[in-house]
C-alpha cells in the first residue's frame, strides 16, 4: 500500500511560480513510477508529468514542456513539481500518483493523492 500527500499548491499570479511536494508512505516508493495529473472544473483529468523510478526518465505534457519540472528523492520519499511561467489555464487540482509502469494513461496509476488546488490569476 501507497499512500501519497500534495502540498505546495495555492494562488499566485500569471508568470509565478509553485513547487508542488508528493510526500508517499511505504517502503517501495523508489520502485513506482510518479506521475502528476491535474483536472479543471467540468473537464477530466488529465497527464501532466512523469518520471521513471530512478528519476533517469521524465515525460511531459506538450502544454507543460519548458516550464514544468518533475523530479523525485527516492531517499525522502518524495516527488515534486516545479511550475514556472504559470498560466491560467494551469488552474486545476493537482494530483499526484504511483504507477508501477512507465506511462501517462490516468487508469494505470495504482495509488493516487487527495489533491492540491492551484490557481493561477491574470
Known amino acids: 500500500q501507497v499512500q501519497l500527500v500534495e502540498s505546495g499548491g495555492g494562488l499566485v499570479q500569471a508568470g509565478g511560480s509553485l513547487r508542488l511536494s508528493c510526500a508517499t508512505s511505504?517502503?517501495?516508493?523508489?520502485?513506482?513510477?510518479m506521475g502528476w495529473f491535474r483536472q479543471a472544473p467540468g473537464k477530466e483529468r488529465e497527464f501532466v508529468a512523469a518520471v521513471w523510478w530512478s528519476g533517469s526518465s521524465t515525460y511531459y505534457a506538450d502544454s507543460v514542456k519548458g516550464r514544468f519540472t518533475i523530479s523525485r528523492d527516492n531517499a525522502k520519499n518524495t516527488v515534486y513539481l516545479q511550475m514556472n511561467s504559470l498560466k491560467p489555464e494551469d488552474t486545476a487540482v493537482y494530483y499526484c500518483?504511483?504507477?508501477?509502469?512507465?506511462?501517462?494513461?490516468?487508469?494505470?496509476?495504482?495509488?493516487w493523492g487527495q489533491g492540491t488546488q492551484v490557481t493561477v490569476s491574470s
Open positions: 511505504g517502503r517501495t516508493f523508489s520502485s513506482y513510477t
Open positions: 500518483a504511483a504507477s508501477r509502469d512507465f506511462t501517462i494513461n490516468r487508469r494505470e496509476y495504482d495509488y
